[in-house]
């Protein structure tokens, strides 16, 4: 049992080679950008809004909080373990082998299925534009077969996915439905600094006008529409419940922030220039979310948000604001704009299986890398097969949420993984998490906001217990199981003296898991379970630290 959790030790001048540390700190904030406002602005904040109505801006709020934390966390571990992996050097080197496996294999999850979500974000826009200069495309050509069999189904007002479900051609009984994006999960992009930093200007220039000419045609009535239980104008149409339903969405804009943590080997002085990246691109994609955000939903009645994959774009088409050219510069620039998240995306996922690969946990040809063209060949090709064939058949909800489960679940793990570090001397010019006791902090904070809320919603603590209610018993139960870890967490801090810091963290993004339904954490432990039959069966004893041991044993 022990083997399942060796821990291996990093040290600062174990290095992989052929990687140059070329990147400075505001090298990484561009690259943060990039990766945080993309598909997440662009196309899943839609999703996000038509969830939770305006009030889904509290849940970019929650986020940010949880993200921060989570950041500082990051930054601790990046700074004592300068090396690329991720969440997955960080929890080998805390809570053993078996857990990195986990996370490993739930960062493999999270940056392919992130990027199928970016191809889907990219066809709608591409196809947005394409509709601008008279090009039409089909519209079963611009889907999957379940967005469109599921907005039928649904009574969606989306006419674009009914038209798809009832134009598409049939084989057999089954209508033929192909988004002929999803080639973009499987292809590379050069790796190039100054190309990335150019399009994320451009990014930012297009999202600032958005907000600067969509402040023009805002109706702060939206803000508050009729509530879907009552009737009564209400911030949270659809109450807390259907704020936090958005989670996925709304955390989808934030996975990219991880894949910072794989630049450790490529960034000058990564012991105080990645920290300070992470935290800066962070703080400034949160105030951008709530900016748009607010423009969003003040534009535009929420429930018109259904399915719409380019909200950018469709906030100024001729059915709300009318601003045909806005319209046709929001697509364009979404474009490119996506494809700097393609690019941050296709650098994460390698090194993830370059690290595990290195470590021995997975084949040695997974750190194949292409002699000509200087990509992961073998890598993105077997990606390709393992996700790319059932996305045909999938959907965009499907995608956010089983990327964003598992990438909360590696915050979870990263934060837990800090509180389980040795104290280290303080050294000049490096980040250092400052300790701040928990002991009666966290025990006081989390009980005053405990009663806070059930003074703020107090039928909804009355209600707890009914778990048979179809719109609210799922997230009741998680609440409740929330309230109970988080009972042991304020023992654990009053009895082993805990830092504040990863512990509120900890607490933020268990919080945000609340929002998940079983159907997420169905898919979520079939795909750890296929990820632990490849463990047992060949990670385990190809184990790099496993073969020390057995020749210290020899």
Same mark, same amino acid.
């Given at each position: ?10 040290s600062?001048?174990?290095?992989s080679?052929g990687?140059?540390?070329v ?12 990766a945080?406002?993309?598909a ?17 801006i509290i849940?970019?709020?929650?986020c940010?909080f949880?993200?921060?934390f ?18 997955y050097?960080?929890?080998?080197a ?21 990027n199928?979500y ?7 826009y591409?196809?947005s534009?394409?509709e ?5 495309i089909?519209d ?5 077969y ?11 007002e989306?006419?674009?996915?009914l038209?798809?479900?009832?134009s ?5 009984n ?9 080639w973009?999960c ?13 399009f ?16 023009a ?7 508050f ?5 009552t009737?009564v104008?209400?911030f949270?149409?659809?109450g807390?419940t ?9 955390f ?9 943590s ?5 960034t000058k ?7 300070r ?11 951008i ?8 939903t003040?534009?535009?009645?929420y429930r ?12 100024f ?8 050219w806005? !319209?046709f510069?929001?697509s364009f620039a979404a474009? %490119?704009? *996506?494809?700097t #998240? &393609?690019? =941050?995306f ?13 470590d021995?946990?997975?084949?040695k ?6 002699p000509k ?6 890598a ?6 393992v ?7 999938t ?10 489960i598992?990438?909360?679940?590696a915050?979870?793990l990263?934060?837990g993984?800090?509180?389980l570090?040795?104290?280290?001397e303080?050294l000049?010019?490096?980040f250092?998490m ?11 904070t989390?009980?005053?906001g405990?009663?806070?809320?059930y003074?703020w919603?107090p ?7 009914d778990?048979?209610?179809?719109a609210?018993? !799922? ?7 929330? %309230?109970? *870890?988080?009972? #042991? &967490?304020? =023992?654990?801090?009053?009895?082993r003296?805990?830092?504040l ?5 900890l607490?933020?993004c268990l ?5 998940m339904?079983?159907n ?10 296929i ?6 069966s060949?990670?385990?004893?190809n ?12």
């Open positions: 049992m022990n083997q399942l959790f060796r821990r291996k030790q990093y600062e001048s174990e290095h080679s990687l140059l540390r990147l400075g700190v505001w090298d990484i904030v561009f690259f943060g950008i990039a945080i406002i993309g997440g602005s662009f196309s899943s904040l839609g999703e996000a809004v038509f969830r939770g109505g305006p009030g889904v849940l970019y709020v929650i940010g949880a993200c921060g989570t950041a500082l966390c990051y930054a601790e571990f990046a700074s004592r373990i300068p090396q690329a992996g991720s969440a050097t960080y929890a080998y805390s809570f053993g082998e078996l857990i990195a496996w986990i996370i490993g294999w739930a960062l493999i999850m999270e940056y392919s299925f992130g199928i970016v191809a889907f974000s990219w066809s709608d591409f196809t534009f394409m601008r200069i008279g090009v039409h089909p079963y050509l611009t889907c999957s379940t967005e469109a069999k599921k907005a039928f189904l649904g009574g969606s989306n006419k674009e996915l038209n798809a479900w009832n598409a051609p049939l084989i057999g089954l209508k033929f439905i192909v988004d002929v994006i999803t973009l499987y292809v590379g992009v050069k790796e190039s600094k100054n190309f990335n930093n150019i994320v200007l451009l990014k930012l220039f297009i999202i600032l006008l958005v907000i600067a000419v969509g402040v045609y805002l109706n702060t009535d939206n803000w529409p009729a509530s879907a239980d009737g104008p209400s949270m149409p659809n807390f259907g704020v936090m339903s958005a989670v996925s969405g709304v989808f804009a934030y996975i990219g922030f991880d894949a910072l794989v630049l450790s080997e490529e002085n990564p012991q105080k220039n990645l920290p990246g992470m935290i800066i691109s962070l703080v400034l994609c949160t105030v979310y709530i900016l748009l955000t607010l423009v969003l003040g534009m535009v009645d018109k948000f259904d399915g719409i994959g380019d909200p950018l774009a469709f906030i088409a001729g059915s709300n604001a009318n601003v045909p806005m !319209e510069v929001v474009i %490119i704009a *996506i494809t #998240v &393609l690019l =941050v296709q650098m994460g996922q390698p090194r993830i299986w370059y690290a595990m690969s290195r021995g946990l997975m084949p040809k997974f750190m194949t890398i292409h063209h200087k990509t992961p060949s073998y993105t090709i077997v990606t390709g097969l996700v790319g064939v059932p996305i045909l058949f959907d965009k909800s499907f995608i956010l949420d089983f990327t964003s598992g990438t909360i679940f915050f979870v990263v934060c993984g800090v509180l570090l040795p104290a280290k303080k000049k010019g490096r250092h400052p300790y701040i006791n928990a002991r009666f902090i966290f025990p006081v989390f009980l005053g405990l009663f806070f809320f003074w919603q039928e909804f603590f009355h209600n707890l217990t778990w048979h209610d179809p609210e018993g !799922e997230f009741r139960i998680s609440i409740i199981v929330y %309230i109970l *870890i988080n009972l #042991v &967490l304020c =023992v654990l801090a009053f009895v003296n805990l830092s810091i990863p512990l509120i963290g607490s933020s919080y945000l898991l609340t929002g339904t079983h997420n954490w169905f898919w979520f432990l079939l795909w750890f379970a990820g632990m039959i490849i463990y047992f060949y990670g385990f004893k184990s790099k630290l496993n073969n020390d041991l057995n020749g210290d044993l020899n």
